[in-house]
């Protein structure tokens, strides 16, 4: 019994000490710092705008009149990602060559601020739907390649809407595009009582990883021979690693690469192996976003969708030179390093071309309001508005009379 209990306890130390060398030694448990990288923070910073801009420019445009009242945009807010303390008209206001104001008179005689679109606004919406009918199936297959890399190929709608703008979704996706591929998506029921949009057909052509496909150009042979291959890195200037944690940053490169697409049930989640999986998840989940970036909240639902570890967000820091986090807009952004050089994008959708112009549009906009181009143009536009709805109501009663 004495001998039986003595090599229980040598077997725990044993245990312990290869615990503590793995809990030293493995890249999972080696915490790096974090160092600003300014040219991806100006990548990051205009994007807020420019987001909400987009979705209020499709709001208004898919509305039957091409104008709405604010209190018919007030329920849009909480998609715009605002600070509590911004009114939505104050933003509208920042751009007057993108929305165009206007007053009717409510019931009581109040003026009430409508908004529709300028000319030039008008134009890029058009653009962006011819874009969106003439790469319907390359969206499509972009939402196919989302869901084949969760577990049950489902997900809820909620966590899609709130991918839809960095997919390239239309803004109404749901009723828009979703309808016109019924042999790839059905919308269903899930358990907890969402709703929910399923993949009905697996195409084995699109589970293939970008890093795979680029595997023949950016990795040796032998890796590749070997499933070893490796994610491109690159660091912040001025980003120093010790030399313990560069040799082991090797050393994980050169473990087996597991695609996103594949079961990865086998993988114990507290090993390097799997490690290297969930990077290799959200690396493929970059890049099916246009602007290889998203907010971190927008992908901590995704744990059991895409079968994930706990914690499974430490991935981006623990992997500076692959991700980088940017912390603008009172918010966590995730941005594939690979995908920028400098701040330009190196692969651009058609899609991107048009948020483009759109941000250049915005910025043309704030700048000439800034110097009250726009003042007195506004202020007679309201003149003529209200007089114009004072002598609409002074008829109506004239001919009640």
């Known amino acids: 019994m004495f001998s039986s209990l003595f090599g229980t306890v040598r077997n725990y130390g044993l245990l312990q000490k290869g615990y503590i060398y793995q809990q030293r030694f493995t890249l999972v448990n080696i915490k790096l710092k974090w160092v600003k990288d300014p040219t991806l923070d100006a990548v990051v910073a205009g994007q807020r705008d420019l987001k909400a801009a987009g979705i209020l420019l499709s709001i208004i445009a898919s509305s039957s009149e091409c104008c709405l009242p604010i209190y018919r945009l007030n329920p849009h807010r909480g998609q715009l990602g605002f600070p509590c303390d911004l009114k939505l008209s104050t933003f509208i206001r920042r751009y007057p060559n993108v929305f165009v104001e206007s007053n009717f008179l409510d019931s009581g005689g109040t003026p009430v601020p409508s908004f529709g679109l300028s000319p030039q606004a008008l134009k890029l919406y058009h653009e962006q739907e011819s874009i969106l009918e003439h790469n319907q199936l390359e969206l499509r ?216 112009e759109l941000a250049n549009l915005l910025k043309k906009g704030f700048l000439d309001r800034s110097r009250g181009v726009y003042k007195k143009d506004r202020d007679e536009n309201l003149v003529a508005e209200m007089e114009k709805e004072v002598c609409i109501k002074e008829k109506t009663r004239e001919l009640s009379l």
């Open 141 to 356: 297959d972009r939402l196919c390649r989302l869901l084949m890399l969760t577990r049950d190929r489902i997900l809820p709608l909620h966590t899609i809407d709130q991918l839809k703008w960095d997919l390239g979704l239309p803004y109404d996706y749901l009723h828009s595009f979703v309808p016109k591929h019924p042999d790839r998506f059905s919308l269903v029921r899930l358990p907890d009582g969402r709703d929910g949009l399923k993949l009905l057909f697996w195409d084995d052509k699109l589970a293939v990883s970008e890093l795979l496909k680029n595997a023949s150009s950016q990795q040796d042979r032998e890796d590749i021979k070997n499933g070893s291959l490796a994610f491109p890195v690159s660091f912040t200037r001025g980003f120093g690693m010790k030399r313990k944690c560069m040799e082991w940053l090797k050393e994980w490169q050169k473990l087996p690469y597991t695609s996103p697409y594949t079961n990865a049930s086998h993988l114990d989640p507290r090993t390097d192996e799997s490690e290297k999986r969930v990077v290799g998840v959200f690396h493929e989940l970059l890049h099916l976003t246009l602007h290889k970036q998203t907010e971190r909240k927008n992908v901590s639902n995704l744990r059991k969708p895409l079968a994930l570890p706990q914690k499974f967000t430490k991935a981006f820091e623990r992997h500076p030179g692959i991700f980088y986090l940017s912390n603008k807009n009172d918010t966590q952004t995730v941005v594939l390093r690979e995908a920028y050089n400098g701040r330009e994008l190196m692969q651009k959708h058609p899609l991107v071309r048009i948020r483009e």
